[in-house]
């Protein structure tokens, strides 16, 4: 959920999407690290900003950091849910290592699962993966949680919410926007319009 419509204010714009600067997460505010726009082969697939308790430059630093995050995603084009599970799935194997993918093997299902009950994102949707301290890693789609019928909303799996954040700004993320994500560049962003 946003801040208030008083308190909410424009981070940055990426192909015209607007991304606020701030968020609370579950009562805890997270700042906009930074900012890109996420490509498979020649399509642009979605606009994503990463969210922290307090802004850092290094994947490290994001790991070593104490408190809310959130990475979200907003969507450009419609994707049918089974290729978003196949997504997933795919991105999660190359960020881990073979042993932490074989000991996260169940959770991946199921998160495989969550993401194949869904028909089909369209352009406009807002995913948030967002790091509850205490309780554990929660998603929505446009404000709605996505869980498997019977099963609590909160995954408490530290290692696999640093494997979601590798799978954004980890060394196999593209050059540029691994680093427009780390707020090292803002080479991804719209031109700001000039001041008259």
Not at 22 to 38: C, H, I, M, T
Not at 42 to 64: C, H, N, P, Q, W
Not at 129 to 138: F, L, M, S
Not at 168 to 184: D, F, I, M, W
């Amino acid at each position: 959920m946003g801040l208030s419509a008083a308190h909410a204010a424009v981070g940055a714009r990426v192909d015209g999407i607007p991304v606020e600067d701030a968020y609370q997460v579950e009562g805890n505010k997270v700042v906009l690290n930074g900012v890109g726009l996420r490509k498979r082969a020649f399509f642009r697939t979605d606009v994503t900003a990463i969210y922290l308790s307090e802004k850092r430059s290094t994947l490290e630093g994001i790991e070593a950091l104490p408190g809310a995050k959130r990475i979200q995603l907003t969507l450009l084009r419609d994707i049918p849910g089974s290729i978003i599970a196949r997504y997933f799935v795919s991105d999660f194997e190359q960020a881990a290592t073979k042993e932490e993918f074989k000991s996260l093997i169940n959770e991946v299902g199921a998160i495989g699962s969550i993401y194949g009950t869904i028909h089909h994102v369209s352009k406009g949707d807002v995913v948030n993966i967002d790091w509850v301290p205490g309780k554990g890693i929660t998603s929505t789609l446009n404000g709605r949680a996505l869980t498997l019928p019977g099963q609590p909303p909160y995954l408490n799996n530290e290692l696999m919410y640093r494997i979601f954040m590798r799978m954004y700004v980890g060394a196999k993320t593209p050059e540029e926007l691994r680093a427009n994500l780390l707020g090292k560049s803002s080479s991804m962003r719209d031109a700001e319009p000039e001041k008259q």
